[in-house]
């Protein structure tokens, strides 16, 4: 009874053993399916469309201008045709909220951003376009976790940890596509997503385009779509208030 056992947690041990795979070999995998990490490390400015759909007076579309090299970005978040605009700079930072009636020209209401809702922009910069692109760079640690069955999907788990939020990341077994991303917000917030459409840009980069979005707060899940252009280029002014 004994020898089995000892066989019995062999066996466990190899088992375990065969699967275990280090971040850095999931991450490499991710790059190698998506169009290689050369490509990804010429990304240099990219725009980000996004669409947040549960047919409902709360839908509301993003978009995200941002500059990898001096990590700046203008963020548009637009709810019953009313935008606000969150802009950060090299030496900026701003949100803008539309005030007055929306059948008259439109008037910004224009306010700071504390230095935390600076830093907290700045670290989106870079986690928009690859949460674990250099992540040990933007002070990450990657942890891997296991390998998890999710529905009918196996899927290799890291959780990648910064100061104030943590990533758990889900890649699939077979496409080595990320499939399910969760996000612990600075804020307390949570946020789930899934992707089940992966689309290839005029880069020739892969990104996730088509899946569900779902926030501990909204309390929700609501249609996710995607649209990225890489390196476009952006006017001088593109960041400034």
């Known amino acids: 009874m004994k020898k089995l056992s000892i066989i019995t947690l062999m066996m466990s041990l190899f088992v375990i053993n065969a699967f275990a795979q280090s971040p850095d070999t999931i991450f490499n995998k991710y790059y190698q399916s998506t169009g290689g990490l050369p490509l990804w490390k010429k990304v240099k400015t990219y725009t980000l469309k996004q669409s947040f759909v549960a047919n409902a007076a709360t839908d509301y579309d993003m978009e995200v201008k941002a500059s990898l090299t001096d ?101 699939d077994n077979i496409t080595n596509f990320l499939t399910k991303a969760k996000y612990k917000l600075p804020s307390g917030e949570e946020i789930t997503q899934d992707y089940n459409v992966y689309t290839t840009s005029d880069f020739g980069l892969k990104y996730p385009s088509a899946g569900t979005y779902y926030s501990s707060i909204d309390k929700k899940t609501v249609k996710l779509t995607n649209v990225f252009i890489f390196n476009p280029t952006f006017e001088t002014t593109t960041f400034k208030r």
Request: aromatic letters at 10%.
């Open 71 to 171: 990590k700046s970005m203008l963020k548009t978040k637009t709810i019953m045709k009313r935008s606000f605009i969150y802009g950060v700079g090299t030496a900026d930072a701003f949100l803008k909220i539309p005030t007055g009636s929306r059948d008259k020209a439109i008037v910004y209401d224009v306010k700071d951003l504390s230095a935390k809702e600076q830093s907290n922009m700045k670290r989106e910069v870079d986690d928009f376009l690859l949460p674990f692109l250099n992540y040990e760079q933007k002070g990450y640690i990657a942890t891997y976790v296991g390998l998890e069955v999710i529905g009918a999907q196996r899927l290799h788990h890291i959780e990648l940890k910064g100061k104030d939020i943590k990533h758990d990341l889900y890649f």
